[in-house]
């Protein structure tokens, strides 16, 4: 083990001690306390700005449990009835609070709380990238040129960290507007004229920590969990006990059928959720890290699904992955999912397989169908200082597949120096949605 993989284990290691048939409800967000989840979801009559988020809760058949997600629709959707949108999906990265030392895990008042400071899973798009803002800004015909966008971006920011939405170190309203518009987005002059992107549909579904894969197992380590609606709090005796270190658990939820899952909820939200009759059958889906691989693993395994997928800073190459004591102390749902994770003894105990793997693979896939350069309909991305080889060196052998140049972003003002975080990939949503934008309007 390299000393570098050593320390990030060892960073990791000291944060975390720090059935139904499918049909949908509209419960309050688990966090409903977040000041942001609140300026979203809950406007002042003070606000400026407006965005039509809502909170929807989905009875899983193949999960058998009650999962919630986002819905993001764009303005004036209440409004114009006759319109009609492509719907995208964006999914979460890998949830490290969900490992930590038994005084956080096993009381279920304790769990939720860790949960709702961290605010990750289907939160993080909406909390951490700030997509609903971002989107919102980007769809807006008001926009002439990029200067009006940057400054409706500055502006919208503004209203957003008054109201408590920006965390504690983050970057100004301006330079979060900057690194969106003026460092990515376009680098030309701030008065070329503006084409704002394909008003959608967006969608943040919970992944949990299931690698958006179906387990290769078919079975849970866990006890059964009962249905507490859309949260992911748990209670006591539901905790797992997977390490040799005795203090160290996993909460549940987090193995099954995850892949299965999200075609599920594709095809449920279509036919039962209210807003049905306005989507078109286009469709796109991204994500980051984790989510990166199930963007594109599902979007290239479901082509009639989706038209466009996008990637940040994903997993793109799975068989990169083969430290098993790296695995078990970081993301032991990755043995079990993609091979056997043996509980409470020691990493060689475990087994990953290879053939699983391949078949889950996105460069794997790419190899399999044959394809010789980059279908228009992905996009990726990844930042130079991603902290994690698995990341640089997976987006790479993407790279050499794809006959493709370097697609690894520089750091630059305001993007979290392009590392493995929320606000490099924030810099980016403007390049992402335009991405998809551009697929869905054909």
């Given at each position: ?177 900057q690194s969106i518009v003026s460092?990515?987005?376009?680098t030309g002059s701030l008065k ?12 943040l579904p919970d992944g949990d ?234």
């Amino acid at each position: 083990m390299s000393i570098k993989t050593y320390r990030f284990i060892l960073a990791v290691v000291l944060l975390s001690c720090l059935g139904a048939s499918p049909g949908f409800g509209s419960d309050r967000p688990c966090c409903s306390d977040d000041p942001e989840i609140s300026y979203l979801l809950s406007p002042r009559s003070t606000q400026k700005f407006r965005y039509e988020v809502r909170y929807e809760t989905f009875s899983s058949t193949v999960l058998g449990k009650k999962k919630g997600f986002f819905v993001i629709l764009p303005e004036g959707f209440d409004r114009n009835s006759g319109d009609r949108y492509p719907v995208l999906f964006l999914l979460h990265g890998y949830n490290f609070q969900r490992n930590g030392v038994w005084w956080k895990v096993a009381d279920p008042e304790k769990a939720g709380k860790v949960f709702c400071e961290a605010r990750e899973e289907e939160y993080h798009w909406l909390i951490h990238e700030d997509v609903a803002v971002i989107a919102a800004a980007l769809m807006d015909p008001r926009s002439l040129t990029y200067g009006d966008l940057e400054k409706s971006l500055e502006e919208r920011f503004g209203e957003l960290s008054r109201h408590g939405g920006l965390a504690k170190g983050d970057y100004t309203p301006k330079e979060i507007a900057q690194s969106i518009v003026s460092h990515n987005f376009h680098t030309g002059s701030l008065k070329d004229p503006y084409t704002p992107v394909r008003k959608m549909v967006l969608v943040l579904p919970d992944g949990d920590n299931g690698f958006y894969t179906d387990e290769n197992e078919g079975k849970s380590l866990f006890p059964e969990t009962r249905d507490q609606g859309g949260c992911d709090g748990f209670l006591e005796g539901e905790a797992y006990s997977y390490s040799f270190f005795p203090f160290f658990y996993m909460k549940p939820g987090a193995l099954g059928k995850y892949e299965s899952y999200l075609i599920e909820l594709v095809r449920s939200i279509e036919s039962h959720l209210p807003i049905r009759g306005r989507i078109f059958r286009k469709r796109g889906i991204g994500g980051v890290s984790m989510g990166g691989l199930g963007a594109v693993k599902i979007g290239l395994k479901y082509p009639d699904l989706f038209q466009s997928m996008s990637s940040q800073s994903g997993l793109l190459d799975l068989e990169v992955i083969k430290n098993k004591w790296m695995l078990k102390m970081l993301m032991p749902e990755y043995l079990e999912i993609f091979g056997r994770l043996e509980p409470k003894r020691f990493p060689p105990s475990s087994s990953l397989d290879l053939n699983y793997i391949r078949a889950n693979n996105p460069v794997s896939i790419l190899k399999e169908k044959k394809v010789g350069r980059l279908p228009a309909s992905i996009y990726f991305d990844y930042g130079k200082n991603e902290d994690y080889s698995g990341i640089t060196v997976g987006n790479r052998n993407f790279e050499k597949v794809t006959g493709e140049g370097s697609h690894q972003i520089d750091v630059q003002p305001f993007n979290g120096r392009a590392g493995h975080n929320y606000q490099f990939w924030r810099s980016r949503l403007g390049v992402v949605l335009k991405h998809h934008s551009d697929q869905l309007r054909q």
